[in-house]
């Protein structure tokens, strides 16, 4: 069974930093892309940067290109997200999540797992 564990949040000043990490186990974690999303109270789930699975293709939403950026490690089985230049709207819980292909898909529902969450705050 696939788990992924999230780490690294809590509440920050704006134009602070934090890295948000996701440890995965359960399944090749070489295989598959993996992404972070985020969810703020009253919103949609949102996209907000994906990584293939050789590390070397990213995508990013417009909102956070420039500040974040994502990263891996497989033979740590470990994903990161540092975000820099944080903002207040970037507060949210942020989720990690596999897909099921090797490259970053374009849709939601095409993430097979998903991550318990954790909350990121950034104080105006």
């Known amino acids: 069974q696939v788990q992924l564990v999230e780490s690294g949040g809590g509440l920050v000043q704006a134009g602070g930093s934090l890295r948000l990490s996701c440890a995965a186990s359960g399944r090749t974690f070489s295989t598959y892309a993996m992404a972070w999303f985020r969810q703020a109270p009253g919103k949609e789930r949102e996209f907000v940067a994906g990584?293939?699975?050789?590390?070397?293709?990213?995508n990013y939403a417009d909102s956070v290109k420039g500040r974040f950026t994502v990263s891996r490690d497989n033979a740590k089985n470990t994903v990161w997200l540092q975000m820099n230049s944080l903002k207040p709207e970037d507060t949210a819980v942020y989720y990690c999540?596999?897909?099921?292909?090797?490259?970053?898909?374009?849709?939601?529902?095409?993430?097979?797992?998903w991550g318990q969450g954790t909350q990121v705050t950034v104080s105006s």
């Open positions: 990584i293939d699975w050789s590390g070397y293709n990213k």
């Open positions: 999540a596999q897909a099921g292909i090797s490259w970053v898909p374009a849709q939601i529902s095409e993430y097979d797992y």
